[in-house]
């Protein structure tokens, strides 16, 4: 298979975006302290941007979870590969996301992270594609609803290459 990538979101228009989510956040959780939690590896270019414009003060946190293999479409079973390092018991979570689709990756985590009680959780998310849910997952910070096409760069991959891309494309496989 032949691979092409085309540009969907360029690297102009997500800094811009990031920094409008960074300025919301940063109103939102006035006189707190956020603890945000990537979820690796996807969100590692979007939580550090995002972090860097928020003005508030920040704590860090990862969790490795996944639920794709090779393919392209979620299995729809999450594998914890990496808990958190700290307890969140009594923080303002917000978890930190590259992209929406099924829903599975993010219901598990959710539901996983709720029962180390927090103060509270919220989720943010790069990109959103609302088409492909399975399961209802409530967005607090969206980045932009993309249609559903498979995605790369920023941190998504296509059989773990292509995140270091700086923009967001579109992966196209022809035949040779
Ligand atoms: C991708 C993406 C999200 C999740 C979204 O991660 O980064 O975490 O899938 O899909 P879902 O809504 O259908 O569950 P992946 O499992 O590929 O691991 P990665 O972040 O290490 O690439
Ligand atoms: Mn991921
Ligand atoms: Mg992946």
């Known amino acids: 298979m032949k691979e092409n990538v085309s540009v969907l979101i360029p690297e102009d ?7 409008q989510l960074a300025e919301e956040i940063s109103r ?38 996944s639920s794709y293999g090779s393919g392209t479409r979620s299995t729809g079973v999450v594998k914890l590969i990496k808990d958190l390092d700290d307890s ?28 180390r009680k927090p103060a509270s959780i919220k989720l943010c998310t790069l990109l959103d594609k609302p ?15 993309i249609p559903d096409e498979f995605v790369i760069g920023y941190g998504l991959d296509y059989d773990q290459r292509y995140r270091n891309l700086p923009y967001i494309g579109v992966m196209h496989l022809e035949e040779e």
């Open 28 to 65: 939102d959780y006035a006189g707190k302290t956020v603890h945000l939690i990537g979820i690796l590896k996807g969100s590692v270019f979007f939580v550090c941007e995002l972090a860097k414009r928020l003005t508030i003060p920040v704590t860090m946190d990862f969790m490795s979870v």
């Open 131 to 145: 088409d492909r849910r399975e399961c209802e997952v409530y967005v607090d910070y969206q980045g932009f609803q």
């Open 13 to 19: 228009k997500v800094a811009e975006r990031i920094s």
């Open 88 to 115: 969140i018991m009594d923080k303002d979570v917000l978890v930190v996301e590259d992209i929406i689709d099924s829903g599975h990756t993010l219901s598990y985590l959710l539901k996983n992270l709720q029962s």
